[in-house]
């Protein structure tokens, strides 16, 4: 099983195929999604990647975390598990 990655501060025109892109320089990208608002369909700015090892997400973060995409400096650390509402 691959580890999700929590991406924030995304540009609100970054997308699931440019943010997947992206996160391919690190390695293998099981999925990639940008939150979006149900009634809008604008993005939330924030996203999650699914990387296929624990090792390539590390390297995610490493090449990613507080560097530019899509003129914003992004947030990527490993996704905390869902709380319960």
């Known amino acids: 099983m691959g580890t999700k990655l929590f991406v924030g501060s995304l540009a609100w025109a970054t997308k699931d195929e440019a943010l ?48 530019e995409l899509d003129g914003r400096n992004i947030i990527v650390n490993e996704a905390r598990p869902r709380e319960e509402r």
């Open 20 to 67: 997947k892109e992206a996160f391919e320089k690190a390695g293998t990208v099981v999925s990639a999604t940008v939150i979006t608002d149900r009634m809008s369909g604008r993005s939330k700015g924030f996203g999650f990647v699914e990387m296929g090892s624990p090792e390539e997400a590390q390297a995610a973060i490493d090449m990613w975390h507080e560097k």
